[in-house]
């Protein structure tokens, strides 16, 4: 069966459990734009992190996700993760959706980088089988060499990028949720790099990118979706969209 992603007229409220003081608490309600902010019956802020969304997205699409911070982005593509489950609507997700949203997550300071080469990848879902075929592969693309078998807590932060990096893209997605591009290095790393991330958009059905450049999105995506407080801005053709996205900056 082919990849899709299908919501229909998705709601996301997320509460604010540690706005406490009175004064913190209004100045954050006086916040609130179009209902997006407000108190449940509680006392408890809750935030519209999503408003009404609605898109299906099927095998070769490469979505676009554009709009400034806050825009709920990154919250769009933790609920196509199931990360978020939301508040109404119905969300329905055909394949293996893999979120690459925080490229670092599971991995441990006091283990060597080869103990979490294997610790994020079965975060990411990969079989212990997997990542023992994949792990020479993704040691030798790190560029780290003997650091491979030091403690994680003993490398740079560049260092840190580039094993999460490295063991994040070499994960086989039906739909890739990528939120933002990192920088992994200097100039000749960087070349490799966006030739292996497009390496792994080229292995997934259904890409789903958040990015502020409006470049890559031209170069990466086939339909572009603007999102603005939460709500669908516009959604459609790259060019129309993005024009129209940055026109409005």
Known sequence: MSSSISLQNIHLDLPIFDVSSQSLKKRVLRMGRRNRIAEDNTGVVIVRAIDDLSIELRAGDRLGLIGHNGAGKSTLLRVMAGIYPPTAGSIKVEGKAVPLLDISLGMDEQSTGRQNIRLRGLLLGMSDAEIRRKTDEIADFTELGDYLDLPLRTYSSGMRVRLAFAVSTAVDADILLLDEVLGVGDASFQEKAERRLK??????????????????IRKT???????ERGKVRMCGEVNEVVDAYDAAR
Not at 199 to 216: F, G, K, M, N, P
Not at 221 to 227: A, D, E, Q, R, Y
């Open 221 to 227: 995506c086939t339909k572009v979706l603007w999102m």
């Open 199 to 216: 390496e792994l958009h080229d292995r997934s059905e259904i890409v789903v990118l958040a990015i502020h450049s409006s470049e890559t």
